[in-house]
């Protein structure tokens, strides 16, 4: 049994588990290999690269399943449920536990037809639900490069709409092709969600 939900759902959008049971390797990769439709702008401040062959796809849904069915973590595929583009896939979002820490890390990544809809906030309104009602965690947090001002927009939004607040940049917290970054990270604990949930 999984302790993540294999479906959800929010006011505008479908979560589908990452799961090779459920996804066909082919449509991530449709989206997300070299050569897409806006796939530089995508991945500009992402941690992964666009695929080069259908095999990394794959080889994405395989861990994405493992860590699933291990209680590790939670990949989803997200698509709209109304509209001209509805069905489609939309992006991913991710749910992270760190069981001991009591705390999960969220992330997420969208097709730039479908930025600057609101489906961001959506997304993370679900996966605090998630993580506060169902994983039973107290802190979720959030982190974006530094450079990237459609994610901070995004981020400042959600998270001042639940009461949490900018942790700070923390140095070199990532590698991107084996160069250290720096990220901006956001925390919102479970009582500010609850004191702020609608």
């Known amino acids: 049994m999984s302790l993540f939900p294999t479906e959800m759902e929010s006011e505008r959008?479908?979560?589908?588990?990452?799961?090779?049971?459920?996804?066909?390797?082919?449509?991530?990769?449709?989206?997300?290999?070299?050569?897409?439709?806006?796939?530089?702008?995508i991945t500009e401040y992402v941690t992964w690269e666009p695929y080069d062959h259908p095999r990394e796809a794959l080889e994405w849904i395989e861990t994405c399943g493992e860590n699933f069915d291990g209680n590790d973590a939670a990949t989803y595929v997200m698509r709209p449920t109304e509209g001209d583009r509805a069905g489609e896939l939309a992006g991913l979002a991710g749910i992270h536990p760190d069981w001991d820490r009591r705390l999960a890390v969220l992330g997420v990544w969208f097709r730039k037809p479908f930025w600057g809809r609101g489906y961001s906030a959506e997304r993370a309104a679900r996966m605090l639900e998630l993580a506060f009602d169902r994983l039973d965690l107290e802190v979720v947090t959030v982190s974006h490069d530094p450079e990237n001002e459609n994610s901070?927009?995004?981020?400042?939004?959600?998270?001042?709409?639940?009461?949490g607040r900018k942790e700070g940049r923390l140095r070199n917290d990532i590698a991107v092709d084996g160069?250290?970054?720096?990220?901006?990270r956001y925390s919102i604990t479970c009582e500010e969600w609850r004191a702020n949930w609608e």
């Open 13 to 41: 959008l479908r979560y589908e588990r990452l799961h090779p049971d459920d996804i066909d390797p082919f449509e991530l990769y449709e989206h997300a290999r070299a050569g897409a439709p806006h796939i530089d702008e």
């Open 152 to 163: 901070r927009r995004a981020i400042e939004r959600y998270v001042d709409r639940f009461g």
């Open 179 to 184: 160069e250290p970054r720096d990220t901006i």
